[in-house]
């Protein structure tokens, strides 16, 4: 049995920052309109958390690059290839300005 398979990785980064979590509205993917984590693929030449760190960073302009590893989520996809979501939390010691965006009615 071959034990070798391509799998894609990606990170989910959970930022808590004074008592609240960071949520993406997402507006590019096939998911849209949804709220998500920022987040995405980890590059062949670095770690998931160094993945976390440059997500973070492109995806809301932010930097953190103390990161916990929680866990991962595994499965299968339709296309023959797995995929791997590692589950990355940070906390962010400076409040940030938060915007709350509301469906459109």
């Not at 998500?36 to 980890?42: A, D």
């Not at 590059?43 to 953190?64: D, I």
């Not at 797995?82 to 915007?99: A, D, N, S």
């Amino acid at each position: 049995m071959d034990r070798f398979y391509p799998t894609e990785w990606t990170c989910f980064c959970v930022v808590e920052n004074q008592g609240q979590l960071l949520m993406q509205a997402k507006t590019d993917s096939e998911f849209e309109p949804s709220l998500t984590f920022p987040g995405g693929h980890v590059e062949p030449n670095e770690s998931v958390t160094q993945a976390a760190t440059r997500e973070l960073f492109e995806e809301c302009g932010l930097h953190a690059d103390v990161w916990q590893q929680q866990g991962f989520v595994n499965f299968n996809r339709d296309d023959v290839r797995r995929e791997m979501i590692f589950i990355c939390t940070t906390t962010l010691p400076e409040p940030l300005q938060t915007k709350v965006a509301l469906g459109k009615k």
